[in-house]
Structure formats: structure tokens, C-alpha cells
């Protein structure tokens, strides 16, 4: 059982930052995938990045390649999602997400209650 909790959403305007965080505990895996995800009002769940452990490749959405940037404190089994110069289409629930394959679609085990990010114009 893993569980995950994120942390760091909130209200930026357009052009501004924000750094979510989210903490995962429980059962240790030596490889594994930890990922974001987030959905706005009306539709589904989108990819956003994933990121592969040990390793620690990447894979980004086109829609946040160059703004955003997944990395990890292994110390504090945290994996951080900065967002730079957010747009209003990046309003969503931002979810964290746990597996053992890099997927886009939302097929993850295990998953964090999300966390509000509102960008206005």
C-alpha cells in the first residue's frame, strides 16, 4: 500500500509560479513511477509528467514542456512539480500519482486526493 498526499495548490495569476509537492509513503519499491495528472471542470484527466525511479528520466506533456519541471528530494520521498509562467488553461485538480510503468493515461495504483491550482487572467 502506498499513499500519497500533495501539497502547494492555490490562486496565481496568469505568468506567475507555483511549486506543488507530493509526499508518498507507505510500502518501498526499488523501481518505480511517480507522476502528475490534473482535470479540469468537464473533462477527463490529463498527463501532465511522470518520472522514473531509479533513473529519474522524464516525460512531459507537450502542453508544459519548458514550464514546468518534475524532480524529487529521495531523502523526503517528495516529488515536486514547479509551474512556471501558468496559464489559465492550467486550471485543474492536480493529482499525484504512484505505479510501476511510466503511463499517460490515468492506469496508476495509487493516487493523492489532488490539489486546486486556479490561474486567472
Known amino acids: 500500500q502506498v499513499q500519497l498526499g500533495e501539497f502547494g495548490g492555490g490562486l496565481v495569476q496568469a505568468g506567475g509560479s507555483l511549486r506543488l509537492s507530493c509526499v508518498a509513503f507507505?510500502?518501498?519499491?526499488?523501481?518505480?513511477?511517480m507522476a502528475w495528472f490534473r482535470q479540469a471542470p468537464g473533462k477527463e484527466r490529463e498527463f501532465v509528467v511522470g518520472?522514473?525511479?531509479?533513473?529519474?528520466?522524464?516525460y512531459y506533456a507537450d502542453s508544459v514542456k519548458g514550464r514546468f519541471t518534475i524532480s524529487r528530494d529521495n531523502a523526503e520521498n517528495t516529488v515536486y512539480l514547479q509551474m512556471n509562467s501558468l496559464k489559465p488553461e492550467d486550471t485543474a485538480v492536480y493529482f499525484c500519482a504512484w505505479g510501476l510503468r511510466l503511463l499517460t493515461t490515468p492506469a496508476y495504483d495509487y493516487w493523492g486526493q489532488g490539489t486546486q491550482v486556479t490561474v486567472s487572467s
Open positions: 518520472l522514473r525511479w531509479p533513473g529519474r528520466s522524464t
Open positions: 507507505g510500502r518501498t519499491f526499488s523501481n518505480y513511477v
